[in-house]
């Protein structure tokens, strides 16, 4: 009974899928990125900035993050004013850092 097909559906013959061959027919070309340049194109002395202020950044997130949830959580007031003073110098140093080179 279900395994007969129905009058109605198409042979597999007759259906057209070559409408959706052509990639024409679907939108406009999709634009290629151009290469990025190597890395050995900055100067090592940049190269070296960049590196320090990502590490000196990620520290001082972690610790202002941390000293927040020291105060917050556990009522530990020194020790996470402490880790938030931390990260705030930190970020202060990190933008120091990032000025100068900026100037320069």
């Given at each position: 009974?279900?395994?007969?097909?129905?009058?109605?559906?198409?042979?597999?013959?007759?259906?057209?899928?070559?409408?959706?061959?052509?990639?024409?027919?679907?939108?406009?070309?999709?634009?290629?990125?151009?290469?990025?340049?190597?890395a050995?194109?900055?100067?090592?002395?940049?190269q070296?900035?960049?590196?320090?202020?990502?590490?000196?950044?990620?520290?001082?997130?972690?610790?202002?993050?941390?000293?927040?949830?020291?105060?917050?959580?556990?009522?530990?007031?020194?020790?996470?004013?402490?880790?938030?003073?931390?990260?705030?110098?930190?970020?202060?140093?990190?933008?120091?850092?990032?000025?100068?080179?900026?100037?320069?």
């Open positions: 009974m279900f395994d007969e097909p129905a009058d109605e559906e198409p042979e597999e013959e007759e259906l057209d899928f070559d409408v959706l061959d052509s990639e024409s027919t679907l939108g406009p070309e999709i634009p290629q990125a151009p290469e990025p340049p190597p050995s194109e900055a100067s090592e002395e940049l070296k900035m960049f590196w320090s202020v990502v590490v000196l950044l990620n520290i001082a997130i972690l610790a202002a993050s941390l000293g927040v949830m020291y105060v917050v959580f556990r009522g530990r007031l020194q020790f996470g004013g402490g880790l938030v003073l931390i990260g705030l110098l930190g970020g202060l140093h990190a933008y120091r850092i990032y000025r100068r080179w900026e100037y320069e």
